[in-house]
């Protein structure tokens, strides 16, 4: 009862195809031994202002909070209405706490 051997050159192929697939989707997963901070760590780099938009009043506000060294961070802000989701997550519209914007 064994496979015809192009059954089984057939099998070989599809085995390795998964094996290649599954090794490139495991090296894109972050480091196991990282500590959330560390993962997070390359989503909370600074973000400037375009050229036009510097002296908005938005981001004067957002300003006024890192001038004083303080990173903005989740608590900084009110979430104002879902906008969308997808398989990664949500989006929210949301404002500065006490500022308006």
């Given amino acids: 009862d064994r496979l015809s ?3 089984e050159q057939q099998g070989a192929m599809v085995v390795k ?10 090296r894109e997963l972050p480091d196991a ?5 560390d993962l997070w760590s390359v989503h909370s780099q600074p973000v400037f202002p375009k050229p ?3 002296d ?3 981001w004067a506000a957002i300003r006024k ?3 004083t060294g303080e990173k903005i961070g989740l608590n900084h802000f009110k979430p104002i ?4 989701c997808g398989d990664t997550g949500s989006v929210h519209l949301v404002e500065l ?3 308006g914007h």
């Fill in 65 to 67: 909070i890192t001038e």
């Fill in 33 to 37: 031994n990282l500590r959330p901070e």
């Fill in 81 to 84: 209405r879902p906008l969308g």
């Fill in 56 to 58: 908005s009043d938005t």
């Fill in 52 to 54: 036009h938009k510097r």
């Fill in 17 to 26: 195809a998964t094996a290649e697939n599954v090794d490139e989707a495991v």
């Fill in 97 to 99: 706490k006490d500022s």
């Fill in 5 to 7: 051997e192009r059954t």
